[in-house]
Each structure stands twice: as structure tokens, then as C-alpha cells.
């Protein structure tokens, strides 16, 4: 249950997204129309004298196309598209969006020459000079270019986040800047010991396996990956937001729970069950844009070193949830669900003073 809720709305999320765009690129293509050839909706074909009169038809076709391949490329084909490279998923998600046209001409025709044909080849002729027009070549670019367009922007949504979208194309952190945040280190427990028993092959989709439920728990807890490392995951959230605080123990503990109700697969498939730890802090960190030929965000301060150098001591303090100090004075008051406990003052490595590490667990 708790995949399937975050499930619909990761669905929900990619609905919405492709119906903004749709909407919004069929109207900008269909109003250049008229800058090309003012006498568009009057003079032009008929279909285009038809959307003239009744406006509303651009949003509900453009809503119709929406989701339409909403339901091909991001339910029914969802894993078979994730499973593909990125030129080759752009092709089948562009061939999508064509053959949805190529489906809207043959019905539009049907019923246009409905009673004038009496054999499929009449019909076939009929069609050749229903397709051979300006209009239907209009209309075949007007989707070609909003498919295309739609696409490269998923594209850029899945590798910087849906969050970071916006600051990323419009350069917003080309030049560093300070944020407050919070971050979470989720890492494997002997992973070294299962690469060694499984093979490399076998090891990578155990891990595949086990990141696969990050996605929608990134949509229900509002977190950005920040970027996987081996069998670590790094994610984070504004710290500006005390809910986020919440999230981010929410977002750990959740993810161990789908883990155990996936023990059997586990088992089944691979004859271990993953366990993870986690560590979490929270402080003002640097965010720039780094990388030339290939850039990435990137963050930096000492507060991703204290988290990941926490998140080593939970095997010796015995914990699977470790926090700092800083965390733990902003979670306590909030955290009516869990138990905050103050373990111990630790010098970690690299560091001269000493850190107060705390742990937290369900009550």
C-alpha cells in the first residue's frame, strides 16, 4: 500500500507535468499560426475554421494527447521505457506521439468520408488525398516539434530532479550560493560481503533492486537525490521548512519498511535481504554549478563531511538512524512518532572537536 500511494502520485506528478506542456506548446504553435497567415482560422482548412470557432477545442485535444501518452509512456510501458537508453526512449516516446496522430487522421477520415467509399481501397485513396494537404502536414509538425520539446524536458527533469528543474535552466546557480539544508546518507550494510558472494553482475541489480522504490518516495517526501555512490544514496531538502525535518526520518524509516515487505522477493531473487543505515544533518552548505563538458549541482560544506562520517559509526554504536546535535534540537519538538536519544560525543575522523551524535528511532 505504501508504494502504491506513492506510486499515484509520482503517476499524478508526470500527469500534471504533461498536461501543462501540452497545453501550453499547442497554444503558443497554434497562435504562430496566425502571426504566419493572419487569415489562419477564416481562410484556412477546415479543421482550422472549426478549432476558430470553438477555442476550447485547443486545450482538450492538447489534454486528450496529454494523456494519452501519459497512460502509454508513464503507466502501461513505464518500466519497459526505464529500462531503454536516452536516444532510444526518446524515439519510442516520440514514435508514441505519432502513431496517436497517425490513429487520430485514420478515425477523423473514417468519419469525414464516412458513406463515400465502398471498399478499403476507395478508402485508402480517399485517405491519400485526406493526408496529402497542408493541413494535415501542419498539424503532423505541430506535434513532432511539442513531442520533441516534451521529451527533452522529461529528460532534463529526470537527472536534475523536478525541484532543481527551474534553478538549472535558468542558471541559477552558476554562482555559488549559500543554502541551509538537510541531508541524509543511506548506505548498505556489508556491502562488500554481498559484491563478494553475488558477483558483480548479480550485485548491480541487487542494488538496482533495492534504489528502484527511491523515486516515488522522492515525489511523496519532497526530497532531491543528490546522487547515488555505489550502494550509498544522498538526498536532500531545504532546511527552511520544519516539515522537511520530518520528512527526512519519514523518507528513511519508509524506505526500510517497503525493503521488509520486499524480503521475500528478496530472498527469492537474490538470497539476501538489503539492510541500510542512515545519518542526517543539517546547516548552511554551498550550491554551485560545477563542470564544463558535463556540469552538475553540486554541494559542498562541512556538513555533508560530519553526515558521512557519522553514518560509519552506526555499525559500532549499534543504531541504524544517526543524527547530529543540529538535526536533533529542531526534529525533537516535532517528532511525535519517534524517540530522539542523545548516545555520545565522538571525535570523527578528520575532525578536531568533538560532535554530538544522537540517534532516532520509532517509539
Known sequence: MKIQRAQIKWWL???????ILWNF????????????????GVGGAKVFRVIHRNIGF???IASLFAITLWLLEDVAFHKFFMKQGIFRALILRFSSSILIFVTCIVLIS????????????????LLTVFVNNRATLYLFILITVISIFVNFVKIIIQNTGLKLF?????????KPKEETRIFIFIDLISSTKYAEVLGHKKYSAFLQKCFQFLGVLEIKYH??????VGDEVVLTWSANEARNYLFAVNFYYEFISILKDEANSFMHKFGIVPEFTASINSGKIMVTEVGSLKSEIAFHGDVLNTAARIQKQCKSLNRSL???????????PIAEDYKVEWLCNKILLGKKLETEIFAINPK
Open 13 to 19: 506528478v508526470n500527469l500534471t507535468i504533461n498536461l
Open 25 to 40: 506548446l499547442l497554444l503558443v504553435e497554434y497562435s504562430l499560426g496566425y502571426l504566419i497567415y493572419p487569415e489562419f
Open 58 to 60: 485547443i486545450p482538450l
Open 110 to 125: 473514417i468519419l469525414y468520408y464516412q458513406g463515400r467509399f465502398d471498399s478499403f481501397a476507395e478508402y485508402l485513396s
Open 166 to 174: 527551474l534553478p538549472v535552466i535558468m542558471g541559477y546557480y552558476r
Open 223 to 228: 526530497a532531491v537525490q543528490y546522487q547515488i
Open 322 to 332: 544517526l543524527v547530529t546535535k543540529t538535526f536533533a534540537q529542531i526534529f525533537a
